[in-house]
């Protein structure tokens, strides 16, 4: 039995080698070409950012945790990532359950609009918003004076902006991920007399947690790296309203190169952390599904 079942996994997923046709000099050529451009266009910036970081010794970069804005504009990137990844994982479980588990009008409409953010630029998404909820001209001026909030240049306005530049990642991490779970085991629990809530605590997330979480990852990693549409709603105030990717630039405009590349090696860490994290995610994924 085991010969065969080893037989049927042989014809039905062959060796990838056997797969390839082309000669050994070109896939030799391909793989060198991808090493290339990888090494120019993603290794050789990363290690430039860590080398002028450190350029002037370790004193000089620690001492940048010093400055008092800079730690004022990591706290507000990490608020804005707690605030909007939450935001957006509620709407993405929402979103992909509407998507895969229901059949009515307008679906495909929902699949399109999922992807704007994708489409439209970051600034461009900003200035929706400051045209919606300025104080000054915004559409909800009159309304938001009265009551005396504040969204555009403050925290509101940039989580707002976030989330919708964020909006996709998990939604569309879930989306095949339920697809390919289909329906049966929630039927089965149903039927066994589960309810709707019980049935999505014990059949549908756990089956689904290991694409919930890559999209998690994804979104945390464009949230805390987000420029365009937050340059436009926050107004990059010093301590107020300035992230830590603006902040970067302010240091950099105002020729404190030490402390923008410090600055700058902490997003680049952050981004290798959210690699290593994607990629054990990933094996994860690969080892249930073979078990």
Not at 36 to 60: H, I, N, S
Not at 117 to 136: C, E, H, N, R
Not at 244 to 264: C, D, K
């Amino acid at each position: 039995m085991a010969a065969i079942l080893s037989r049927v996994r042989h014809d039905t997923y062959p060796k990838t080698d056997s797969a390839i046709t082309e000669p050994r000099l070109v896939r030799w050529l391909l793989i060198l070409v991808a090493v290339l451009f990888l090494g120019l266009f993603l290794f050789m910036p990363l290690l430039a950012v860590f080398v002028e970081a450190f350029k002037q010794g370790t004193k000089l970069y620690f001492a940048t945790f010093e400055d008092r804005y800079a730690v004022d504009a990591i706290i507000l990137t990490l608020k804005v990532a707690a605030i909007s990844v939450p935001m957006n994982l509620v709407f993405g479980l929402a979103a992909a359950w509407a998507i895969t588990k229901y059949s009515y009008r307008g679906k495909s409409l929902l699949v399109t609009v999922l992807d704007l953010p994708f489409a439209v630029s970051p600034v461009i998404a900003g200035l929706i918003f400051v045209l919606i909820f300025s104080t000054t001209h915004g559409w909800l001026a009159e309304p938001l004076k009265e009551h005396n909030i504040r969204i555009i240049f403050a925290l509101p306005g940039i989580a707002l902006a976030t989330v919708f530049i964020t909006l996709p990642f998990i939604a569309r991490e879930l989306v095949p991920v339920m697809q390919a779970q289909g329906k049966d085991e929630e039927f089965a629990a149903l039927t066994l007399g589960a309810g709707g809530w019980r049935t999505f605590f014990t059949v549908t997330l756990p089956n689904v947690k290991w694409g919930l979480f890559y999209g998690v990852i994804l979104c945390n990693a464009r949230a805390m790296g987000e420029f365009g549409a937050v340059a436009v709603v926050s107004g990059n105030i010093k301590g107020r309203t300035s992230t830590l990717p603006l902040y970067i630039e302010t240091l950099y405009n105002e020729y404190n190169g030490v402390a923008a590349f410090t600055l700058a090696s902490i997003l680049s860490l952050l981004a290798l952390l959210t690699l290593v994290l994607k990629n054990f995610v990933e094996w994860r994924v690969a080892k249930s599904r073979y078990n």
